[in-house]
């Protein structure tokens, strides 16, 4: 069975301040690694993914992710946050050797930039 | 614009009275799902469609129903609306191969009193 876990329902951090937010994942193949954004009122928007290849993955806004096999996890990562990032972000996962299951996403995290 | 489009997407309803929630995608994308999200719970997925006329059960099914009679689109009906349904719905679609991202319609916001 595929899941994810966001560790941290909250993440708070001051305006020009690098960001992280967390992400581990089970699956029992080869993932498929996702995030998304979902500002107040909107649906969800895509930022960026893991397929293959290099471990490091930029994506839009500024935002890159790094995958780590042995420790599970694909945390989102900005060097230098903004006020207007603040937003719910979400990670996800796919078994890349279950064929087209369904996405699973982690509970979310929250994100808070303050000025 | 590639978009995803539900409708409606605010919705104030009482308990029994059918409803649906429309969604309609323009990229041609072969695969559609509904979730809803709810406080802590994060996504869970309701129905998935891999192609026309192709649906399946995905986490939380149970009270809703789906059709998927064109490619475009994806209907979520809930024939007889409870209140533990009240959550907010979010469409999505994607092409066919499970390496690519999703879009994601706005949303949903569904009250049953």
């Known amino acids: 069975a595929q899941s994810v876990a966001q560790p941290e329902d909250q993440v708070n951090v001051a305006e020009g301040n690098p960001l992280t937010v967390k992400c581990t994942y089970s699956?029992?193949?080869?993932?498929?690694l996702f995030w998304y954004v979902q500002y107040p009122n909107r649906g969800l928007q895509f930022l960026l993914k893991?397929?293959?290849?290099?471990?490091l993955v930029k994506g839009s806004y500024g935002f890159e992710a790094e995958f780590n096999k042995s420790q599970t996890s694909f945390h989102l990562k900005k060097p230098s946050a903004l006020v207007s990032d603040s937003a719910l972000y979400f990670c996800?996962?796919?078994?890349?050797?279950?064929?087209?299951?369904?996405?699973?996403f982690g509970k979310g995290t929250r994100l808070s930039v303050i000025a | 614009e590639a978009q995803v489009t539900q409708n409606p997407r605010y919705l104030i309803t009482v308990t029994g009275k059918k409803l649906t929630v429309t969604c309609s995608q323009n990229?041609?994308?072969?695969?559609m799902s509904w979730y809803r999200q709810d406080p802590g719970l994060g996504l869970r997925q309701i129905y998935y469609?891999?192609?026309?006329?192709?649906?399946d059960k995905g986490d939380v099914p149970e009270g809703y129903k789906v059709s998927r009679k064109e490619k475009r689109n994806f209907p979520l009906i809930l024939e007889s609306p409870s209140p533990n349904q009240t959550s907010l719905y979010f469409c999505?679609?994607?092409?066919?191969?499970?390496?690519?991202?999703?879009?994601f319609g706005q949303g949903t916001r569904l009250t049953v009193v």
């Open positions: 893991y397929i293959t290849g290099d471990n």
């Open positions: 469609s891999m192609n026309v006329e192709v649906t």
């Open positions: 699956v029992s193949g080869n993932p498929y």
């Open positions: 999505a679609s994607r092409s066919g191969q499970p390496n690519t991202e999703a879009f």
């Open positions: 990229m041609n994308h072969e695969y």
């Open positions: 996800a996962v796919r078994d890349r050797n279950s064929g087209n299951t369904p996405l699973v």
